[in-house]
């Protein structure tokens, strides 16, 4: 008999993104590419960001795009995150009413203030926003782009049953006030951003959204210090050398940050204010990921809780499925979906209604 040699684990297929720029993905997440977002130089036109804005978002690895959907949407947004939680914002002690858990994840992303909810029209109105899709289109140098189908947040004072004391303190790996979105121990790290919709103002309070853009400007310079072992997705940092800030956001405002920039939300310290924003973010589109782009078209036409990350769980007391139809998308929002390719014709179509399905929208599909 030849003898065989045990194989190891197979590693996931790598699918091209419908880009004239060349951006490889196995999940639609974490990316590989010729030249790093942070190197790399554009070949398009900037059309929301500043010659400014790039600078800064290539330094310090986040930028700012002032009202990028207009401030009356994110407050509208912001009523729909109170009223499908059954949450009177009048009524703090409301906040903090007991409810069952299905699993510690769900008691902890209750703690963090997640809403599990992905496909309601308000959503996708800020997702199919030209000008959100234009800032994106700047910071990858990419047209051909997909949204991701996230959720939103809603972050009360953390006290009583939203205590982060709740939560098991761990010294490695995820710490919600401060980590990476990357494994930055990798010899070619990945290319991932995220994003964030303010949906009121933030305040030092409140706390919300925080970052290390020292950390990040000089991170190739920290990393030659440190141990073969550190933790690849924990920073420990001094930081009155590579201080902390919170960016100051306003209704409809989207930051967007580079998953190498070491990030968090911070406690909610406040007596009875919230910190409320949409994540959001766009990525290279994988069209030849036939499964994947099937699972994110059935997932809207359905509204299903989407698969991408495991942390998605749907909303246990009544899934969005029994509350509201398919969202309808424009011609951009159907390519952002990947219902339609990028290749086919214009973007001024006529829009996508999940209305029209002859496949029913059922919680039993959730």
Partial sequence: ?????????????????????????????????????????KSRPLRVLSEEDFAHWQTYGYV???????????????????DFQGLDPDRPDSWYEDRPFRSQLDRQLHVYGF????????????????????????VWDCEELWVTLDRLNLNPPNVGNRDRALIDATDRGFDIELHWDIDTTLGVPPQRVQGIIALNDTSP????????????????????????DRDPIRPSVDRSEFPVVRPDLHPGDLLIWNGLLAHGVARNTSRDGVRAVQYLSMMPALEEHERLRHSR?????????????????????????????????????????????????????????????????CAASA
């Fill in 1 to 41: 008999m030849i003898p065989t040699t045990p194989q190891g684990p197979r590693r996931p297929r790598l699918h091209r993104a419908a880009s004239d720029r060349p951006y490889f993905s196995a999940d639609g997440e974490s990316y590989l590419a010729q030249t790093t977002l942070r190197e790399l130089s």
């Fill in 115 to 138: 809403v599990e909810a992905y496909h309601h029209q308000l959503l996708w109105d800020s997702r199919q926003a030209q000008r959100v899709y234009d800032a994106f289109v700047d």
């Fill in 64 to 82: 700012v795009v002032r009202e990028a959907i207009p401030a009356r949407a994110a407050r509208q947004l912001l009523d729909f995150t109170w």
């Fill in 297 to 361: 078209v059935e997932s809207w036409r359905h509204l299903r809780t989407p698969r991408w990350n495991r942390t998605l769980v749907g909303d246990l007391t009544r899934h969005e499925s029994k509350r509201y139809p398919t969202a309808t998308l424009d011609g951009l929002g159907s390519r952002l979906l990947g219902l339609t390719s990028w290749s086919d014709g214009d973007q001024d179509q006529e829009p996508a209604a999940g209305g029209r399905s002859e496949e029913p929208s």
């Fill in 205 to 228: 309070e409140t706390g919300g959204f925080q970052c290390g853009p020292e950390l990040f400007r000089r991170f190739e310079e920290w990393k030659t210090d440190q141990p073969a």
